[in-house]
């Protein structure tokens, strides 16, 4: 399988979404990424629900809903009939993490799970098998435009092996300072899903730029 984009709309123009919506419709890019922030688990807050509902209103692509809030297990209904494809919770979010991933995969959705940069790719042992998608972080999740950390590689290698040696299915995401200069190395050591926000939007050319990692 070839590498998928997702561009982040966390970096779009809200004041003019359904422009960017079209665009990344128009695009290369395999999946909008959406990023759902509450201000309690991240220290920002963005969109939720009704934004979805809207841009579901007027796409076909797959929506990968980044849920960066406490208490995801309340809303995992709400997202679904937003029209979330792939719901993506964070493990340090998640005291009951199997119930929640078990609750997200029976709503009909497929089941994410990320990891903050601080947390070992080793907590998901005992759950990788069960698992869409796994998010690594390479920033601190709760803004764009940041510094990637260099410290995911390794994570990435980390992770390739746990799927391999499970045998689970589970895709790799990275989100956070994606741009085309990491991009060969993070395809090269196993990912699968890229999600770049500021590199997308707050290029000269939008589109080109998502063409640009994709065949990268
Ligand atoms: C950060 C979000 C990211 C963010 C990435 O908490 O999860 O999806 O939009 O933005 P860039 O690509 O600008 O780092
Ligand atoms: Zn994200």
Not at 67 to 75: E, G, R, S, Y
Not at 112 to 141: F, K, R, Y
Request: aromatic share 6%; charged share 20%.
């Amino acid at each position: 399988m070839s590498h998928l984009i997702a561009p982040s709309m966390l970096a779009a123009d809200f004041s003019n979404l359904k422009k960017d919506i079209d665009l990344v419709n128009n695009s290369e890019a395999d999946w909008f990424h959406l990023d759902v922030m509450d201000g309690v688990f991240v220290p920002n807050i963005s969109f939720g629900v009704p934004v979805i509902k809207a841009i579901k209103k007027h796409t076909t692509k797959t929506l990968d809903v980044h849920l960066m809030i406490v208490n995801p297990d309340k809303f995992i209904d709400d997202f679904k009939k937003a029209g979330a494809d792939v719901l993506t919770v964070h493990y340090e979010a998640c005291p009951h993490l199997h119930r929640t991933v078990q609750a997200i995969k029976a709503s009909g959705m497929k089941a994410g799970v990320s990891l903050n940069p601080h947390t070992p790719v080793a907590v998901l042992e005992d759950i990788i098998t069960d698992l869409d998608l796994v998010l690594i972080m390479s920033v601190n999740p709760g803004f764009g435009g940041q510094s990637f950390i260099e410290n995911t590689y390794k994570k990435i290698i980390q992770l390739k092996d746990l799927i391999l040696k499970s045998g689970s299915e589970a895709l790799i995401e990275i989100d956070g300072g994606v741009n085309a200069q990491n991009t060969p190395k993070l395809l090269a050591v196993g990912a699968d899903v890229l999600v770049a926000g500021s590199f997308v939007f707050k290029s000269d050319n939008p589109t080109q730029t998502i063409a640009d990692l994709k065949n990268i």
